[in-house]
């Protein structure tokens, strides 16, 4: 089984050169270099050209790798999209996704700019129109791998204020982890503004593990630490996944199709649950040691 952690995601503006170069020393499973949000419409030319020359310069490491262009029907995204497509790139993030027509425009603008097979989508859903609208956009093209929460832009079109148990936010959240699911993607939490709270961000990143999410948008490496320990697979997790996987090779070569482990029931189910757990684990721990 091959597996990507993606425990936390360290947005960098673009525009920073000393942001971008810190990003190759910090133990962030993935860096967003950001054409976004961050950079003013002045500088968004040249955080382009900054971006680029960062990733043919390399030094990475074995960091998963994404830009977040501008929207495409600004006056950057297309060239945002054609200039970061001919790199060595992970991904594309697309911000603001509101349907499937634009995953498919811009699977088919890295086809026309010579884009690996290899370079996949993220999609960002930050609207109430992209939430109704997350089951096509996740099965809007095969390069579409990850979904990203943006729950800050989806608080504020939605009125709804950023409370400690996001009630506000739970139908959104729920709907995007259950489309992503049904269509194989991984889900990444929105991010957490508040830096001065390292007892908030432990319980909002627990909240979003037990939602379901696969990892957290970071602002700030104070909060690669957190993150990277609340969505691991916990100590227990990992002897409990190797305990299930010795039983069920004993009684598999028994001929049976269920076990018992520590008094519960386990069928195959949890076997393949448990495959993922300590797939995940030994990526954690290739990733650590590559840092």
Known sequence: ??????????YMPGSNQRAIEKAKTLPADCVVLDLEDSI??????????????????????????????????TEWGQNDLEAVASSCV???????VENAEEAIAAAKMMDASGAPASMNIWAMIETPKGVLNI???????SRLNVVVMGTTDLAKELRVPHTANRIGLQYALGRCVLSARVHQKDILDGVYLDLE?????????????????????????????????????????????RKIIDVWQEVAAQGKGVAVVDGQLVEGMHVDDARRTLAITDAIAEMSDAI
């Open 1 to 10: 089984m091959v597996v990507r952690p993606r425990r936390s995601v360290l």
């Open 40 to 73: 003013g419409p002045e500088k968004k030319v040249q955080a382009r050209e900054q971006i680029v020359q960062a990733l043919y310069a390399g030094g990475f490491g074995k960091r998963e790798l994404v830009v977040r262009i501008n929207r495409l029907d």
């Open 90 to 96: 992970d991904a594309i993030c697309l911000p603001k």
């Open 135 to 141: 089951d096509k956009i996740c099965s809007a093209s």
């Open 197 to 241: 709270s390292q007892d908030g961000l432990v319980a909002i990143c627990e909240q979003g593990r037990d939602l379901g999410f696969d990892g957290k948008t970071l602002i700030h490496p104070s909060q690669l630490a957190v993150a990277n320990k609340v969505f691991a697979p916990s100590e227990g997790a990992v002897i409990r996944a």
